[in-house]
């Protein structure tokens, strides 16, 4: 049953991705609307799998199992951002990140031994507030790349297609901010729960390697980034910049994490 559901929300979230790109080039209102049901699609299978592992010991700290977990996150937060700013284009860009975070999913990974039940409820706690920021910085780094492609395309002396297919400047950068402000708490939240347990699982809070470089320097990158936001009034390119820089370090921190 469970083979089942996975490959029901991996097939939504691929066609969802197909029907997003098609309606990006064409512009036929249909294409989004089976593209945008899909998401849906896909999310209502996805938690029915997601409650599955909740009602049964699961290793959250599993690749596979949060993996599966950011893919949700990020197809809430591209719920949450349509309800909020109707913006189109955002599926060509985040849908195919919940694509990819499900495939990937599929991949054997090893399991841990499950901790004793404090130790277990402090894992999923981290877990849950680290895939929750991963899934609003993604948001951002879409915001990013949509805003330097429109930026690039309104300085061109002959603009394509995309400058009439992505939303203003303004907008993307607004969308920008307010998933910083969201998604920089949230990580940081749970580097913390993450250090209490590894404190009461280690006896450290805090392991010292160059697996933790990627995570520190995304960190101090968004802090800087926030700070400067609502401190100095920094937007536009840089701020874009910043934030696609960002995510890929939060992606290369989540890759050496996970591969450690």
Known sequence: MNNILFHVVLLAYLFATLGFWCYFGVRQGWLFRVAHGLVYVGLIFQTALLAQGLLTPTDW????????????????????AWWRYRMEALGSFMIP?????????????????????LQRLLLMVHI???VLGYAALALTFCAGVMYLIQ??????????????????????????????????????????????????????????SLTSLPLLLALALYVLL?????????????????????????LASYVVHTSD
Request: aromatic share 10%.
């Open 61 to 80: 700290s599993n690749v596979s199992a949060s993996l599966a977990l950011l893919a949700w996150a990020i197809g809430v937060g591209y719920v949450a």
């Open 151 to 208: 930026e690039r395309q309104l300085k061109s002396k002959h603009p394509g297609m995309w400058s009439n297919r992505l939303p203003s400047l303004w907008v993307l950068d607004e969308l920008n901010a307010k998933a910083l402000a969201l998604g920089l708490p949230l990580l940081t939240q749970g580097v913390i729960t993450g250090s209490v347990w590894a404190k009461a699982v280690r006896g450290s809070y805090l392991s010292w």
């Open 128 to 130: 849950v507030l680290a």
């Open 97 to 117: 990140l919940a694509f990819l975070a499900v495939a990937l999913s599929s991949v054997p990974s090893a399991s841990q031994p499950l901790p004793s039940s």
């Open 226 to 250: 926030l700070g400067g936001r609502y401190t100095l009034g920094w937007q536009g390119k840089k701020a874009a910049f910043a934030a696609v820089t960002g995510f890929l370090l939060v």
